[in-house]
């Protein structure tokens, strides 16, 4: 049953994020909104449930001390304040730690703090009292430890056994008690049950002075020795600095291999794959009709099982792609509470705006993109948002605005990162990248100022915290994006704010793409990113700031020549193919010698750094072994890109482009 609770612990975890987000507008309300609140109870029983039936403690034991609350709350017993909704994302934070260690394999966290104060919250109203299964005395214990500790005391541990002998004797639990209590402090008193029903009696005691009648003690059934409670024993000092190091981990569950599939979409493959059977068993019988020495063969045949197999297999691609498409809901829905967490850590306001929720992503891509979007949303808050003073000094709302937006184009996703903050100085940026020893770019712009973000080791912090800092973050977020087949662009303006923009394939796998080829060498380019395609003449061509453009509609477009681009020698034609590439960033002019047409190809990513190189996305192969490049048409707009010949600078490529 383990997948089988893995990918429902998701899904469950999943709507608990959803509610949450939505309970919070019910902070200090008489009432909160019934409907989330049973919701969320709902939710939080079925995960204590299928916790249950695998057997996972902690997780069942924190859905349960949470069901209680929740129950409070929906019988009007308890309010919702905002520690209370802090708590209640503990609870989730502390649910995803249990299932991706019990995915991992690894040790489960400790949940006894987060327990007490799931508790204390149920302890506001007058129906419950203190629970049994909760921890409290746990965290009310390690104060009482330190405070004796600090005092010069020492702990030790006293265990009672009573018995028949002993009782006849007038020695029993309670003169035990009361005799240690002039020994000492008792720290905690414990009943433990034997293997046989029997019992024994823990005392741990704060004494300034060690015992110095072992004998007599030892006559009264009773065993002493020093207490071991240090960090790396006690479990209720465990917990707390396990709870401590989770929290600086990823809010993320490990990843999951696993996706819901409609059973919908599993009919249509099953239909698809029927009717490639049959095309097949057309095109064998065909193809069996070449074998007769004097037959004569109707090709019309041949040629109507080709396409008809053609089509089916276009479908079946299609319908498994639609398989593998998740929300981006996933993993966007975690973000407002990391943003939540960092304001909480700081004297910073901000809230966190999703759009594009229901924007549907390849699951894997999903998966890789958590971390760098994580290190986004932090970045944003900790070098963008300024402080509530710095705001209003440039009469800006105190709180800021952080947006997290997903949108499709064409076969590309588009992922925006924006804040309202106090944006990039660029000549603070080149000052420490000369201080850290960063190569630093002959021009300033844009895209120079994210190379030097993205580069090994820099980092505008000389101490890191939490959000940022290490010098580590943008490196990886660029080398992700750039696995994925992707791209990252930056836009900023000092005093306005700052965007970061990821741009993915929806899919990992299979591309629509037109052939052109220019100097002898074929290059295949997305179909997603080609507009029209024109017949252009090398007499339409200007130059303009030394920019190769040609007339566009009512304006001018930049030339970008293939063979140029890739420095091909080759021969300029008087009459050429000019396919117009557009994206986000704008339009550019790509000049090729032919289109050769349209081929659906399967992507293989370039993921060897020494390969890697602007304006070219991946590489395939057309059936005859030869490897053909995919250009990447988002780079070729934004300008990153540029042609040997004339050197063009990014901002004047950005300005025609726009």
């Known amino acids: 049953m383990r997948d089988d609770f893995l990918a429902e612990a998701d899904e469950h975890l999943v709507g608990i994020r959803q509610g949450l987000l939505q309970l919070e507008a019910s902070v200090g309300k008489a009432q909160p909104d019934a409907k989330v609140v049973e919701g969320l109870f709902l939710e ?9 039936i695998v057997g996972l403690a902690p997780a069942e034991a924190v859905a349960h001390r949470t069901e209680d609350f929740l129950r409070l709350m929906r019988e009007g017993k308890a309010q919702l304040s905002a520690k209370g909704l802090e708590v209640l994302m503990a609870a989730i934070q502390k649910l995803e730690q249990v299932v991706a260690a019990f995915r991992s394999g690894s040790p489960l966290p400790g949940y006894e703090s987060l327990l007490a104060d799931i508790t204390a919250q149920c302890e506001h109203s007058s129906l419950t009292g203190p629970s049994p299964r909760s921890g409290p005395s746990d965290t009310d214990l390690l104060t009482r430890v330190e405070e004796a500790r600090a005092r010069g005391l020492q702990l030790w541990q006293y265990t009672f056994t009573p018995a028949r002998e002993l009782n006849a004797s007038g020695i029993t639990v309670t003169s035990v008690r009361e005799q240690l209590s002039n020994t000492g402090e008792i720290l905690k008193a414990t009943p433990q049950v034997q293997g046989k029903g029997d019992l024994k009696f823990e005392f741990l005691i704060a004494a300034r002075d060690a015992p110095n009648d072992l004998a007599g003690w030892e006559a009264k059934g009773v065993a002493i020795k020093p207490a071991e409670l240090e960090a790396s024993q006690s479990p209720a000092i465990q917990a707390e600095t396990a709870e401590s190091a989770e929290a600086e981990h990823s809010p993320f569950l490990a990843p999951s291999h696993i996706v819901r599939v409609d059973l919908k979409r599993l009919d249509d ?26 037959a004569r063969v109707d090709l019309r045949g041949i040629q109507e099982a080709s396409g008809g197999m053609a089509r089916s297999l276009r479908e079946l691609r299609e319908a498994i792609m639609r398989v593998r498409l998740v929300t981006v809901a996933e993993i966007f829905a975690r973000m407002p509470f990391v943003v939540r967490d960092l304001a909480r850590q700081t004297q910073k306001k901000a809230r966190l705006e999703l759009a594009g929720q229901d924007t549907a992503v390849d699951k894997y891509l999903i998966e890789r993109l958590k971390d760098p979007l994580l290190h986004l949303v932090r970045n944003a808050f900790s070098h963008g948002v300024e402080s509530p003073e710095e705001r209003a000094a440039a009469s800006k709302p105190q709180e800021a605005t952080i947006k997290l937006s997903a949108s499709t184009i064409g076969d590309s996703v588009i992922i925006r990162v924006q804040d309202d903050g106090r944006g990039i100085n660029p000549h603070a940026i080149l000052q420490r990248a000369k201080t850290l020893g960063v190569e630093l770019p002959q021009a300033v712009d844009n895209h120079s100022i994210l190379q030097i973000l993205c580069a090994p080791g820099f980092s505008t912090r000389e101490d890191a915290d939490r959000a940022a800092g290490r010098g580590m973050g943008m490196t990886v977020v660029n080398a992700i994006v750039r696995e994925l087949g992707g791209n990252l662009t930056l836009d900023t303006e000092e005093g306005r704010g700052t965007q970061f923009t990821i741009r993915l394939p929806l899919t990992l796998a299979i591309a629509e793409t037109l052939l052109v080829e220019a100097a002898g060498q074929k290059c295949a380019i997305p179909q997603s990113f080609v507009r029209e395609i024109l017949l252009a003449s090398e007499d339409q061509l200007q130059i303009a ?9 009512q304006g001018v477009l930049p030339v970008v020549r293939m063979a140029k681009l890739f420095n091909l020698p080759g021969t300029p034609r008087s009459k050429m193919c000019l396919l117009v590439i557009t994206s986000d960033r704008g339009s550019v002019g790509l000049l090729a010698e032919k289109v050769l047409g349209q081929r659906e190809v399967v992507v293989n990513a370039l993921r060897d750094p020494l ?35 004339p050197d063009i600078s990014s901002s004047q490529m950005h300005q025609y482009a726009t």
């Not at 059936?623 to 990447?632: A, F, H, R, Y």
């Open 44 to 52: 939080f029983h079925s995960f204590k449930g299928i916790s249950a």
């Open 269 to 294: 493959l099953m239909r698809i794959t029927g009717e490639m059977v049959i095309h097949r068993s057309r095109l064998e019988a065909q193809l069996a009709r070449l074998n007769g020495a004097a």
């Open 545 to 553: 700031n030394g920019i190769e453009v040609i007339p566009y509609r």
């Open 611 to 645: 390969i890697q190189v602007p304006g070219i996305s991946g590489a395939t192969e057309l059936g005859d072994g030869k490897p053909v490049l995919i250009l990447d048409g988002a780079s070729l707009t934004s300008g990153s890109v540029r042609p040997a010949e």
